[in-house]
């Protein structure tokens, strides 16, 4: 994850709909087990553009945020 070790822990998952499949929430459930202090999800989806962060999608504390070119 991290260089520092427990420090940062991330996932990314690209999809028309980060729901579909429970990708999302298979990354936050990766995720909850884990002890980095700073967690986040970032995703590349056509139905949320922009690089914004999504409050509603969180849970156990990690940051979930949309990633655009």
């Known amino acids: 994850m991290s260089h520092e070790a427990g420090y ?3 996932e ?7 729901r579909n499949n429970g990708k999302l ?3 936050l459930s990766k995720l909850a087990g ?3 202090r700073h967690r986040y999800v970032f995703f590349m989806s056509p139905l949320f553009p922009g690089n914004e962060r999504w409050p509603q999608f969180e849970r156990h504390g990690i940051e979930v945020w ?3 070119f």
């Open 8 to 10: 940062v822990g991330a």
């Open 12 to 18: 990314t998952l690209a999809a028309v709909n980060p």
């Open 25 to 27: 929430a298979a990354d």
């Open 34 to 36: 884990r002890m980095e």
């Open 66 to 68: 949309s990633v655009d």
